[in-house]
């Protein structure tokens, strides 16, 4: 019977400190860079920070094989990947045309 109740604390635990369900995998984010950079050849194609939960949302990627990364990088150096894929493509960005809108 204590067995029962040590397994289903340690479960109802770790459910409580689960990361997000969309994230894959979470480590220090120097680790998730170098198996990024080493085992897929991606590097950083675009940042922006998600200013209401005050972290970095990243995007690999490897414009040779196509395959790509998204990570969310907490201020305490944990990344999560939130998405990864193949078929990845950047489009240029226009310059905002001048003047006044309305």
């Known amino acids: 019977m204590f067995k029962r109740l040590l397994t289903t ?7 409580a400190t689960a990361p ?3 994230a894959q995998g979470c ?3 120097d680790h998730i860079v170098e198996r990024l950079k ?7 194609a675009g940042a922006g920070l998600q200013a ?6 990243e995007v690999w ?12 990088t ?13 078929d990845y493509y950047t489009i ?3 310059a905002e045309a001048e003047g006044e809108l309305g």
């Open 92 to 94: 240029e960005q226009l």
């Open 20 to 22: 997000p369900a969309l």
């Open 38 to 44: 080493e085992g897929y050849a991606e590097s950083l």
């Open 27 to 29: 480590a220090p984010r």
């Open 74 to 86: 907490n201020p305490d150096g944990v990344s999560c990947i939130l998405s990864h894929g193949s």
């Open 61 to 72: 990627s490897n414009p040779e094989s196509g395959s790509f990364t998204v990570l969310l």
């Open 52 to 57: 209401s939960a005050m972290a970095m949302l």
């Open 9 to 15: 604390g340690l479960l109802f635990g770790m459910a």
